[in-house]
């Protein structure tokens, strides 16, 4: 239910082999079968899977181009020409072109280093910056680094100046190479193995190339951050320069380096999660917010006052930068209310307000969240528009843009990461293209998913298997850290002391799984049934004790949690909105018609049930796996994935504005839902023509005793506050057992309506309007229940 959960690889498992080798290599068979799934499956290339010796590294001379490259840099120190290293603005650019920069320093040449400025020059290389670049220095040679292979005409243009180029890139090739020397793995006649270096790593061949393996592992450390950071697949020798590279960056061989991880209390224990999450985006940040100079000189600098302040100012950018991706995420979420989300499969978004610097992060959240490409543009002058695309696994967003590169005026990148330059006025036609493109594409790789490599009972779980697990190290793109599904029935569930946000899940055998951000899922690990987890096992230490943890990745229960008096109180509550009954417009539908009007189509609809009856109705009626996702309260996914939710809250995050048809199960107490629904979106909304408020409504008391008696219960709780609405009434029902919190949600409806009470949201509590006298008879509410009530 919700989240399918995949095994990330199918084949059968050779369970004799596994543990045959298992034994050999004094290994967990987990471990080994972990390696198994993901293609090492032999004692030799386990062996060769878990060495860090750097005589596994390819010879630099495979790759196409690097005897040429290094004859001409050789020529370059023989006769003391001047050299300008031309990198890009983020921590692969940044990385490489200090590889680089150091080590020709080193050689004896004059070198002069550009790093382009995000806004100001833009990906690459350009005529202007070349330019200036040429005029002022007069180089023999510029050297690109992680730029480059895009530059055909730029490079033509330095070449008939007399100005040599030796391009080192990573990106796609495209058809048209530059005519000068050319360094990447990607090129289609390159035999180089591993295809898929960093920018940094290319840098770092050339420099093992010219100098040697001792050479090569003194910028080790610099390479192995830029690989982390530029998500390149973590495979072949990616991997071991990272090892390599972890090594060093512990060892402190780079000053700045070191520095900025003393900053963040990382010298003795730094991790590569660290690395992705701590360094990289600071790294970055330098030049999302102002100058990317600052963080190479950083990496390139002996001055130890210079680093510092350098330091201090990336620090503060990434601050900045935090709080620039928040504002501009929140508009663009804004944005999609306007946006076509049910039947486009990508989001395409543009600003003249935006600004470049961080369009790519902001694209990858909206990615990520709503599980299909996300371009994101802003202006770059003239009628042109700059864009920055993120894609999901299975789509090639290079590719993607290929097929609409008629449009563009440029682009350039990778499968999962690209940019690209387009007029304004080709941006409406670049929509409807690229949409008709992803169209092509399985709906599957537009649905959530969940991948795990190995199943296991929490009680498998120990010391030896979690260190075992270490040895799988580095992780990231394309080799993740693995991820095991446990099947439990029997969850004990328990916030966590220091931040009710988050929840401490403990399954039977005693192993605690904590559970971020978790407050509104907590009901998806109760009730009855088997409780399918995903989940990434780590060892802890407390008070100079170690022990064993999980962190929960996913959750699907076999049946929805769905407490049926909590879920007739929401309903209950829902009479506040009265007051829209005159915008009420929907039609009604026959109940036995109800999968007809539901349909077939994965995104746009949400049906709304408010117990558990209607709930199972629709299971039996329509099939379970009709709606991609089943909801409790609360939203699992901001995507507008086809829903059934159960007593919905509204005001928790349910983008009511990205669905076309919200269907009702239940008749609502008042049309005023349905108007406030019809305020919130386009939908078309459907209601059933039978009327079964009765099950709701026929325990509810109208009386002045009975409503009464619930004002004194708030008066005397004037000190409870709680998250939201339903929190604070179970709350109460905590302090007061007789208290029915259906009863209590229509009260304190009334109450408010009438001015009696004043209600605060953010952490809702109720405070009494002193001197304030009402009759009930002057409660819309109340009225409108009582008329229900004398028809029933």
Known sequence: MNVKLKKRNNSEVDSAAIEKIAANLSLHPKFVEILFSRGINSESDIIRFLSSDSDGLHDPFKMKGMSKAVERLKSAVENDETVVVYGDYDADGICAAAILSLYLRACGLDVRTHIP??????????????????????????????????????????????????????????????????????????????????????????????????????????????????????????????????????????????????????????????????????????GRIGDAYRAFEMLTSDDTEVINSIIEEINEANVKRKAACDKLYDEAVADLVYEDLVNFRCIVLSSPDWEKGITGIVAARLSNEF???????????????????????????????????????????????????????????????????????????????????????????????????????????????????????????????????????????????????????????????????????????????EYSRGVLKEISPETLYINDETA?????????????????EYSLYDFDDLKKVVGDNPFGTMIIAFDRKNYEEFNNLCGAQTAVLHDYMFPSLKNNYTRIAVAPDLNSGFMLSAYNRIILLDKPITDGFIGYLNSKTKAEIFVPSRDERARFVAGLHTSRLELGKYYDYIRKNTDLSAANIFAFVKSMKGRVAELDI????????????LGLIKTQSDRFRITLVKGERRELSESKILSEMENLKSKL
Do not use: W
């Open 371 to 545: 599980r299909r490409p996300a371009f994101i543009m802003v202006p770059s002058g003239d009628g042109f528009y700059k864009g920055t695309c993120r894609s999901v696994e299975g789509i090639n967003i290079y590719d993607a843009l290929s097929s609409v590169g008629d449009i563009l005026t440029e682009f350039g990148g990778h499968s999962q990461a690209a940019g690209f330059s387009i007029k304004s006025e080709n941006i409406d036609i670049f929509k409807t293209r690229m949409n008709e493109y992803l169209l092509r594409f399985p709906i599957e790789h537009f649905l959530p998913y969940c991948l795990y490599d190995v199943e296991l009972k929490p009680e498998e779980v120990n010391f030896e298997f979690i260190r075992d697990l270490d040895r799988l190290e580095p992780t990231g793109n394309s080799f993740p850290k693995p991820l095991f599904k446990m099947s439990v029935s029997d969850l004990s569930v328990a916030f966590c002391k220091t931040n009710i946000n988050h929840t401490t899940l403990t399954t039977a055998s005693g192993l605690q799984i904590f559970a971020f951000n978790f407050y509104n899922k907590n009901h998806y690990a109760l009730g009855d049934g088997i409780k399918d987890m995903i989940v990434e096992l780590q060892l802890n230490e407390f008070n100079n004790k």
């Open 117 to 286: 400025n995000r806004i100001g020059d833009g990906y690459g290389l350009n005529i202007s910056s070349l330019e200036k670049i040429i005029e002022d220095v007069c180089p023999d040679l510029i050297l690109t680094c992680d730029c480059g292979i895009s530059g055909y005409d730029e490079i033509e243009y330095c070449l008939d100046l007399g100005v040599d180029v030796i391009v080192t890139d990573h990106h796609e090739v495209s058809e048209k190479i530059p005519e000068c020397i050319v360094l990447n793995p990607k090129q289609s006649d390159c035999n180089y193995p591993c295809k898929f270096l960093c920018g940094a790593g290319v840098a770092l061949k050339l420099v093992e190339a010219m100098g040697g393996r001792e050479a090569m592992l003194e910028y080790c450390d610099l390479a192995c951050v830029a690989t982390i950071a530029d998500l390149v697949p973590m495979l072949d020798e990616n991997r071991l320069i990272v090892r390599l590279g972890m090594k060093a960056v512990t060892e402190g061989k780079n000053i700045g380096l070191h520095f900025l991880l003393d900053s963040q209390d990382l010298t003795e224990s730094a991790t590569c999660s660290d690395i992705a999450f701590k360094i990289a985006p600071r790294i970055n940040a330098a």
């Open 568 to 584: 007739s109180a929401v309903y209950v509550k829902y009479s506040e909105m009265y007051a829209y009954a005159k915008r009420a």
């Open 742 to 753: 259906s009863q209590m949600m229509l009260a304190i409806n009334v109450f408010a309506e």
